[in-house]
């Protein structure tokens, strides 16, 4: 539409065409628009989600000789799943952030309900 010589739409001419890897606002939305309020709204979400897993782990958990609280992940999904469906991949994101520690890449129900979580 930025090419169209019949386009009359002036919020396109005033964006700029491409942005580069350099750039701070390289693959971010537009400051204020709708889309990067959904990506804060999302985050947000998510974080609240993580920190309940938490608080189940230590619920749930036992603690350790080392002091930090685990449990295993058949026990984990049992009791997670009822609150969400989603308990692997906020695993996987409490890991990325330091809070958890598990062995493996990916956690499947079944296979590796007897490997161990642990609340870092």
Not at 10 to 27: E, F, I, N, Q
Not at 54 to 63: D, N, P, Q, S
Not at 73 to 81: A, I, K, P, R, W
Not at 94 to 107: N, S, T
């Amino acid at each position: 539409q930025r090419k169209n010589p019949f386009s009359s739409d002036d919020r396109l001419a005033s964006k700029p065409v491409h942005t580069h890897r350099g750039d701070p606002t390289y693959g971010r939305p537009p400051e204020g628009s709708r889309t990067e309020q959904r990506g804060k709204d999302a985050h947000s979400h998510v974080g609240k989600e993580v920190e309940e897993l938490c608080l189940i782990i230590r619920r749930t958990g036992e603690v350790g000789e080392d002091g930090h609280v685990s449990v295993t992940f058949g026990q984990l999904f049992e009791t997670y799943v009822t609150i969400s469906n989603k308990v692997v991949g906020i695993l996987l994101r409490a890991r990325k952030h330091g809070l958890v520690h598990f062995e493996g890449e990916m956690l499947w129900q079944g296979k590796d309900d007897d490997v161990v979580i642990t609340l870092l």
